[in-house]
């Protein structure tokens, strides 16, 4: 099994292919692990090996597209929903990178004689 690229909490951004438009792009809160086969509010995890996660748009009130199968027609269907099952692999996680500050990097590291 593949090191995850994300972890629970993480803010991530999907930037992998996705066959649901509108979703690339989009960024999300990773709320937790899902395995397969499991039923989280009418949505169901990927069978399988692929790690998958449980997220939610990052906006506040916003929605992600989520693909269903129309009642009636059978057609294939796009509907907003807060919450949704991604796949790790299509996934980048935002982090801090651990060392120096972008900012101090920038404008530069003050003198101590500055700071006193």
């Not at 996705?18 to 039923?39: A, D, H, K, S």
């Not at 009642?71 to 996680?93: E, N, Q």
């Not at 982090?95 to 101090?104: A, K, S, W, Y």
């Amino acid at each position: 099994m593949t090191a995850l690229r994300c972890r629970q909490g993480d803010l991530a951004v999907v930037t992998g292919p996705c066959q649901t438009p509108g979703l690339r792009g989009r960024f999300v809160i990773i709320e937790r692990r899902t395995y397969g086969g499991e039923v989280i509010e009418g949505l169901r995890a990927m069978p399988g090996d692929e790690p998958t996660w449980l997220c939610r748009a990052a906006s506040s009130g916003g929605t992600l597209p989520r693909a269903a199968v129309h009642p009636r027609t059978g057609a294939i269907v796009y509907t907003p929903s807060p919450v949704r099952i991604i796949a790790d692999a299509i996934l980048t996680p935002i982090r801090p990178v651990p060392g120096e500050d972008e900012m101090l990097r920038l404008a530069g590291k003050p003198r101590v004689e500055e700071l006193a």
